[in-house]
């Protein structure tokens, strides 16, 4: 890639080859649910909180990934792996029973594409010949968090998304599995001055439609080129944002788009409002329906843009705006 | 490297090519305020609040690295960085203005050597010619956000430390410099069930003791090896478990060890018991005095391993207890 261009085209096979997704009750009742390794009918996973609830989901989704790879832990190299809440407390607890070195990362909801990122950058440098990426979220955790305790009972807007309860792990290779991950495009802290922690798909369109642009121009593709383009949580109001910011530059995805947000949960049936939400969301959409897609070779390359809204609870008090972040892997059938 | 080791010995060179330090006025009183870039003497670094002094840091930090450097902000082609603060929401809006692509990182105390460990492959898989990585802390924020509003006045134990006021940036590229990175050691999560949140250095003496042992392991190495083994904020406590732990191993680092949370204040006259820590004690030591030293060639070779305490308010309120990490990046006179 040229100077000015922030993709890496790899130059070794990368492959995933082993995933694994852990649910909620509400996603599996949803449009996805049949597509996921596990739900659990248990909020609390059988824990005594919702942040060891979260961890659970961690636990689970990396030992089924493992055991879908057909790798024992001893033989996972490194670990990347992050989660929504402060300090990620989730994930410290959630994985540290694997005893993999292991890598913090803090995307917001974009988070899985930024441990899929770096965790195929591993194997394709010869670091590694096995690297797990891992994100999760949970509804409740992540509701007292960055909202309103759920005993108080606030009302929604219609702009609002749903926080994914579930876990989605893959375990990266050099051959065979799922699919091949040819290439990534790191995002860029994005802010166009959205400042409503209710809109986030408002908040994260602007770093979508970057990331996607510059995917586009740096591989020298058209939007055609995949079958699929698929963003996070952007929900329906997002969707909406993003397509008008590419038609700005001449860029129509409307054959390919599709967002995690949107498909994980029946807004109408669900009560969802706009779509589900939080680093869970694309990472149970990707090990489940996208890599199961691309296994089948019914779609032959994906670019998959998780998209995360970086605020905490102290920027929205302080009335700071809501930046967002997008990374962009590359997924192909092998 | 062997199956089951996870260091990584690079085969191509890495360099520290520039680096800065901003630091507050108590840092600047200390020991090694005249090895910083610059000192402030505002806390509030002429912000509204102490998130975006935080940020402030980093932004100055970023700046003044790149100068140091001689390196453009669009030459830099990716950014590793982190804080302490939930949801990085100093990073987010500290280093937004660079729009450099970003890698958002928590590993607590211990992520200015993530972000080194993580910057250095990069440098060495050919995927950049110059990337850079960052860490701050503030403690303002840091008081905020973990233990106590500071209006509160509460006391602390002696075993407590000080979180200092500080960013450090590094610019690694392939050719000249303070130093060269040849090696790194990346961190397992240990946890021996230390549950208090005022002796930070005994929940993060066990990851500090386990990365210097397989560091020792992986490279072959004794400690008289290095001329210094540098952990990050174990402070006075900590170093004492430290030393007892290796000792079980057979291991003694007594010639070698020194920690920046002690060096870093005048403990005595300072009044910071324990001694420093935070993201930016270890980052704003090793932009200071490590690379001068390494660059004056009067040390030859270190191993620099920040420790992270992995815990958050809630995770304390639960009772749980608080795992640590330590990250190794071993530096080379060049």
Request: proline share 3%; hydrophobic share 40%; net charge negative.
């Amino acid at each position: 890639m040229k100077q000015g261009q922030a993709s890496i085209a790899f130059q070794n096979p990368v492959h995933v080859v082993g995933m694994a997704s852990v649910a909620g009750k509400k996603e599996g009742e949803g449009p996805l649910g049949h597509t996921f390794t596990e739900v659990d009918e248990d909020p609390m996973l059988g824990k005594d909180n919702w942040e060891a609830a979260e961890s659970e989901l961690q636990r689970r989704a990396g030992e089924l990934a493992m055991k879908d790879a057909g790798v024992e832990k001893e033989r996972i190299r490194y670990l990347f792996a992050g989660d929504l809440l402060g300090q990620l407390i989730a994930t410290s607890f959630g994985v540290m029973s694997f005893n993999i070195p292991t890598y913090g990362l803090y995307g917001a909801c974009s988070t899985m594409g930024e441990a899929m990122s770096l965790a195929a950058m591993m194997v394709d440098a010869g670091n590694a010949d096995h690297v797990m990426a891992m994100a999760s979220s949970h509804f409740a955790s992540a509701e007292k968090q960055f909202r309103f305790p759920l005993a108080y009972g606030n009302q929604r807007p219609y702009s609002a998304t749903w926080t994914v309860t579930g876990c989605g792990c893959t375990v990266l290779g050099t051959a065979g599995g799922y699919a091949r991950i040819t290439g990534v495009t790191p995002g860029k802290i994005v802010d166009l001055g959205v400042k409503d922690s209710m809109n986030m798909g408002a908040a994260m369109a602007p770093a979508a439609a970057d990331t996607i642009y510059r995917n586009l121009e740096d591989f020298h593709r058209k939007p055609g080129d995949y079958d699929r383009i698929v963003t996070g949580d952007l929900g329906t109001v997002g969707q909406t944002l993003l397509m008008e910011l590419l038609a700005e530059k001449g860029v129509d995805i409307g054959g390919q788009h599709m967002d995690c947000g949107i498909e994980i949960f029946d807004a109408q049936k669900q009560d969802t409002h706009a779509g589900g939400s939080g680093c869970g969301c694309s990472a149970v959409t990707l090990c489940g329906l996208i890599l199961n897609k691309l296994r089948k070779r019914e779609w032959k390359r994906v670019l998959f843009v998780p998209t995360g809204a970086l605020l905490s609870s102290t920027s929205f008090n302080e009335g700071q705006s809501v930046p967002g972040i997008a990374h962009g892997v590359v997924l192909e059938a092998v």
